[in-house]
């Protein structure tokens, strides 16, 4: 009889074996796919949920989180372009950049001002969008600019009134963006900029002439001003807007053009939040506030100067920039209860040297100069807080606000001050005097004495008998 045991042995040994081989390969198949699953699929939803909850936290942080990853994906893209050159892009990467695009176009589309309503609409859940968001108050530095000529222009650039307009808005958004402002509003030919005060400040507006001014309210005085000076300085020496200076048809429409823009500045409290309804939302400020910075803007013409800023803001100002500046009328604008004091900073817009490198963000692509921008706020902010940096030594140190304030004549200033007392007082014989005393020592024409001499001629240069020191503003 045969003995069959050795071949079953070897029968069943090999059969264990192959049994844990299949195991072991079933094993590492299955680690493998558990890890691909993991690279491929559940890691990119883990990170797309969060990218999710981040913007529907802050919209802003996850749009500059968008910034820096482009500009990180444009140098590691211009590294390796010939190593990847046949390599294609994961759905899930897709849709990853994606989302971040979403939300960067909503911080785009609402701004700052529309912070809450993108939070509060993202924590819903449901797919629709509810733009009825209840506002809140907050305390704010309001500056509106427009354009001058703007309609003629239009006319004349007809389609290419767009990038004429946009290359403006570019210089506008970006300069004040750099000192701590944020664009809000753009309506055709205007453009409403905001500085948004930090919290722990409200306590100082809610309670009447607390004394002191916090040293940080100072300096967000300052960077307002100093933004508007530079964005004046920019539009006279960016090669981008002097180009239409050279254009045949506006030269031939408009002899002698030039861009110029008028700029207003005032501070107050606003409601923040969504206008609109569901087929359109603007996130913009609601204030009589807002108002009056529109119209110090449109005062500009009838008083011959570029920038008009409330007596509010002139007296937020640090002493040292307060000192630079002229009042140049009080006035009780329509619909206001109290008169409001005008005041302006003296510059001139000839010889104004172009922007350093550093500030044209000159060389960098769009990713590069918007992350470089934002460095350069982020720096000037934080010295600005912590003292390290007083933003009015800018008029100092700032080539084109030197050039701008280096004729500015202080005997003519002086003079001025001398006349505009003595016309608040009611003494409009001496203010005559003083005045023309004035306009003779400055080489070019002064609007704000041009027109308080025209207000004080229409009545024969003799106050009225209830004259008060302030007058009604003529034009809205």
Known sequence: MADLRPSTKLQAGLNIIRTIFVCAILSVASLMFSKDANTLVIEPIERMTAKIKRISQN??????EDEVNTVAMEKMHNQSAKKDKNKGEMETEVLENVIMKIGALLALGFGEAGTEIITANIKRGSGDIDPMV????????????????????????????????????????????RFAGSANKNIGDAFLLVWKLPKSLDHHFKAANLQPIPHILHQYADMALVGFLKVLAAVNSDSR???????PELAQKLPGFAVKMGFGLHVGWAIEGAIGSEFKVDASYLSPNVNMASRLEAATRQFGVPLLISGELHDLLSVQIQLIMREVDCVMVKGSKVPTR???CDVSINSIPPLSAEESLAGLSASEAKVELRR??????KAAVSKQREVWRLFDTDPQLVAMRSSVSLRFVDLHRQAYGAYTKGDWTQAKQLMQDAMDVKWELDGPSRA???FMEEHGFRAPADWAGFRALTEK
Not at 59 to 64: D, N, R
Not at 376 to 381: A, F, I
């Open 59 to 64: 919209p802003l942080e996850a749009a500059i």
């Open 342 to 344: 005008l005041f302006t």
């Open 452 to 454: 308080l001499m025209g």
């Open 241 to 247: 807007v002097l180009k239409y200076r050279l254009s």
């Open 376 to 381: 350069q706020r982020d720096y000037l902010l």
């Open 134 to 177: 209840p506002g809140k108050k907050t305390f704010c530095i309001f500056g509106f600019c427009d354009i001058r000529g703007f309609a003629e222009v239009t006319e004349v650039l007809q389609e290419g009134v767009m990038l004429f307009v946009n290359e403006i808005a570019e210089i506008v958004h970006n300069t004040v963006f």
